[in-house]
């Protein structure tokens, strides 16, 4: 089983995620971590990183390249990476929705690691509103999709208003229905 899980920034890919590799034993990976990791490498912040990206198309195909490798080596796992669904293909495809206020008020006490520029509020909502305009506009660029478009996905969930334990719950709910699902069609 693959999973993979898109969304905008703060929507709760990542703790959905580990949520999803503990109920059914899999190895989680993570494209922030990917983009964190390769921030630190070059002592930049990761909406320096973001704008880096838009000069230089070698940022996006590392952690690309990397999805593709874990498509390649392995067949039990899940991701949170915007891209994943469309480097993996024969995964269950989630996408996350968050609106931008509520996504600042996850991500701002965070402190995460390359999370310099996040001061305030305010500028915590003006950075994912722009890292996400630089990433939609660049995979357009590159590949030619949407990572909006809801049709790629096998499950749309808006996180917005919802505790991370009702979302938690109607994930793994989605699965197991996948889950049984597959079973039934393949006896």
């Not at 390249?65 to 899940?78: I, P, S």
């Amino acid at each position: 089983m693959i999973v993979t899980i898109s969304g905008n920034l703060g929507s709760g890919k990542t703790t959905i995620a580990k949520a999803i590799a503990k109920k059914f034993n899999l190895k989680h990976y993570s494209a922030g971590d990917f983009m964190r990791n390769m921030a630190e490498e070059r002592g930049v912040t990761l909406l320096e990183l973001s704008k880096t990206a838009e000069q230089d198309p070698a940022v996006d195909r590392e952690i690309d390249e990397r999805n593709k490798l874990l498509a390649e080596k392995e067949d039990n796992f899940v991701i949170d990476s915007r891209l994943a669904w469309y480097f993996i293909p024969k995964s269950f495809k989630i996408y996350l929705k968050c609106d931008v206020a509520e996504a600042a008020k996850r991500i701002f006490p965070r402190k995460q690691k390359g999370d310099d520029e996040n001061i305030t509020l305010k500028t915590t909502a003006e950075n994912i509103r722009r890292r996400e305009r630089s990433e939609i506009e660049r995979y357009k660029d590159y590949y030619g999709i949407d990572l909006q478009d809801e049709s790629n996905y096998d499950f749309v969930l808006d996180t917005t208003n919802r505790k991370k334990e009702d979302v938690i719950k109607e994930v793994l709910n989605r699965l197991e229905e996948q889950i049984k699902s597959k079973a039934l069609n393949s006896e």
